[in-house]
């Protein structure tokens, strides 16, 4: 059994979402980052990092979303959602990994800072117009890169496509637009997944108010 402390609207989705895929048992703890539950002391004591996504069982306690989805398909579902090691897939799987979580979601972060998570005297004005540019051109990479494959990793579903699927629809949910129709229809597959839904409705529950 894992226990997942997350919130709703963050990266925890992506770890719901990878837990429902491979079918395992959890339990998700709110920690209410409206509240500041996230920097109370009963909290940090189980990371000093403050952040959500926290799974914790199985001998492990960790954050990092993208870090969580490799180290769930490596235990649970190996060849399944994550390729072989030492495999031209493998290569292919870990290259998507890194450019989705440092070139096509690090502008939406960058651009989620400044509107309101960091102070405002170290925000940035003309941040909005800077991320959508580098969002943009990292989606027509994506696009290009996804071509006419079913998956990120050829027609193998792995957990390189909850990354890039949760990215993707964090995207349009800020009013980036999802310009290609590759890139479209790859995000309507991934809606249409019953782990995904089961995921929503997990953390949907969970909403505050």
């Keep these: 059994m894992y226990t997942l402390y997350g919130f709703p609207g963050t990266r925890s989705l992506r770890v719901v979402w990878a837990l429902e895929e491979m079918g395992l048992p959890y339990e998700y703890k709110v920690v209410n980052l409206l509240k500041g539950e996230h920097r109370e002391a009963a909290y940090k004591a189980l990371t000093p990092t403050s952040k959500v996504p926290l799974l914790v069982g199985h001998g492990l306690s960790m954050t ?8 769930l398909a490596d235990t649970h579902g190996y060849q399944e959602f ?10 292919s799987f870990e290259q998507a990994m890194f450019f989705l979580a440092t070139e096509l979601e690090q502008p939406l972060w960058s651009m989620v800072k400044h509107s309101f998570a960091l102070p405002e005297a170290y925000r940035l004005a003309g941040m909005k117009d800077c991320g959508t540019y580098e969002y943009q051109h990292a989606l027509e990479v994506f696009a290009n890169t996804l ?11 792995t957990v390189a496509d909850i990354l890039a699927g ?13 310009l290609h129709d590759n890139v479209r229809n790859y995000c309507a597959r991934l809606e249409a997944r019953d782990a995904f839904a089961a995921a929503k409705r997990c953390e949907d ?3 505050p108010g």
């Design 64 to 71: 990092e979303s993208s870090a969580i989805l490799c180290q």
């Design 82 to 91: 994550i390729p072989a090691v030492a495999t031209p897939e493998r290569a």
């Design 166 to 178: 949760h990215t993707l629809m964090w995207a349009r949910e800020a009013g980036q637009e999802l």
């Design 147 to 157: 071509g006419d494959n079913e998956f990120v990793v050829g027609n193998m579903f």
């Design 205 to 207: 529950s969970y909403k």
